[in-house]
């Protein structure tokens, strides 16, 4: 327990539970690239998840829980080492890489829980208000194809583009940070873990840009 709250425990907390959270959007991606595949495969895609619903309520508590524990421990290790380092940030200098590295962090980790915020309510509040009672509307209409259709919309498109660029931008510097707090230096040894990194903080978050674009150019319709 001790080791778990130490800084290093922390550091590794926070590491572990990024990595989760990486491969929570490998999922994600995949079930929405079934997009390209047209409304039938997307909502037959949509019943599965929600045929297993007790199954997906439980990863869901489980993902929510990663998120708290990423972020709880994120801003405890920024808030520590603020403490033992008291550098007013006026005085630090502009290549003190380390202390711009955990501000940058600070700065896209916050835009991103915004904008899963935002994605959320704005997917589950839609949902909910335009199919109160039965399930003819799909999300797949709320996606794109209702009076909303959201991606359909240029500005929530550029909206999604760069919040996806800033995820891009955090899990660059977060996996490189990751991997050195799980003991794996950027040495020639260790060179193929920095590139299996790239798949997550390069291809993934391409991928979701893809998608929007395709959306905002007719290819998914
Ligand atoms: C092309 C871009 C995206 C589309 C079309 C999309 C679509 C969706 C849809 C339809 C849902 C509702 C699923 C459900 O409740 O059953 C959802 C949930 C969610 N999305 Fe996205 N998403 C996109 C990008 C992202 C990105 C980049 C993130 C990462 C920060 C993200 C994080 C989440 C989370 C955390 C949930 C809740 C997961 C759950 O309840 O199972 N999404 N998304």
Request: aromatic content about 14%.
């Amino acid at each position: 327990m001790q080791f778990l709250f130490s800084s290093i425990g922390k550091k590794i907390q926070v590491a572990i539970s990024g990595i989760f959270l990486c491969i929570f959007l490998v999922f994600h991606l995949l079930n929405n690239i079934t997009l390209f595949f047209g409304p039938a495969v997307f909502n037959a895609m949509v019943h599965f998840l929600e045929s297993i619903k007790p199954m997906i309520r439980i990863m869901e508590f489980g993902l929510l829980f990663i998120l708290i524990m990423h972020i709880g421990n994120a801003i405890k290790l920024t808030i520590e080492n603020k403490a033992a380092n008291p550098v007013n940030y006026k005085q630090s200098q502009s290549n003190d890489v380390s202390s711009l590295n955990s501000r940058t962090m600070l700065i896209s980790g916050t835009i991103i829980l915004l904008f899963i915020i935002l994605h959320l309510s704005y997917i589950w509040l839609s949902y909910q208000t335009h199919n109160p009672n039965n399930h003819s509307e799909t999300y797949y209409d709320i996606l794109l194809r209702n009076k909303i259709g959201f991606l359909g919309h240029k500005w929530t498109a550029l909206f999604y583009v760069i919040a996806i660029s800033i995820i891009a931008f955090h899990l660059r510097h977060g996996f490189q940070s990751a991997l050195k707090t799980l003991g794996f230096l950027p040495n020639s040894k260790n060179n193929f873990l920095y590139k299996i990194a790239f798949i997550f903080w390069g291809i993934i978050p391409f991928g979701f840009i893809v998608i929007v674009l395709s959306i905002q150019f007719g290819i998914i319709n």
